[in-house]
Nanobody, 125 residues
Framework: QVQLVESGGGLVQPGGSLRLSCAAS????????MGWYRQASGKQRESVAI???????NYADSVKGRFTISRDNAKNTVYLQMNSLKPEDTAVYYC???????????????????WGQGTQVTVSS
């Protein structure tokens, strides 16, 4: 089993910054892609940013130029630096990781899909 623990959410004024962290632990051989998703009240969960094991990134159009995703493979941790925050960024942010739990899983391309518990980000004056 794999656990994802997020931290760094909170209340910030428009134009401010926050940094989210998500640490993975448990039965991990290798982590493939990691990402951040968000769900605003009354809306569907949406992808915010994704980073592959090789460091390639993909962002939602709404956050390009403002958010930066990064990862520390040695620590099994992914980060989301959020700058120039807007009220419409208010949501619960979830961390996601695609994990190979063993060498045989890696060889067989059997990835587990894991989610964190979510952290609230509120942008308001």
């Amino acid at each position: 089993q794999v656990q994802l623990v997020e931290s760094g959410g909170g209340l910030v004024q428009p134009g401010g910054s926050l940094r989210l962290s998500c640490a993975a632990s448990g039965r991990i051989f290798r982590i493939n892609a990691m990402g951040w998703y968000r769900q605003a009240s009354g809306k569907q969960r949406e992808s915010v940013a994704i980073i592959t094991s090789g460091g390639s990134t993909n962002y939602a159009d709404s956050v390009k130029g403002r958010f930066t995703i990064s990862r520390d493979n040695a620590k099994n941790t992914v980060y989301l630096q959020m700058n120039s925050l807007k009220p419409e960024d208010t949501a619960v942010y979830y961390c996601n990781a695609l994990v190979y739990s063993s060498l045989s899983d890696h060889v067989g391309d059997r990835r587990g899909d894991y989610w964190g518990q979510g952290t609230q980000v509120t942008v308001s004056s």
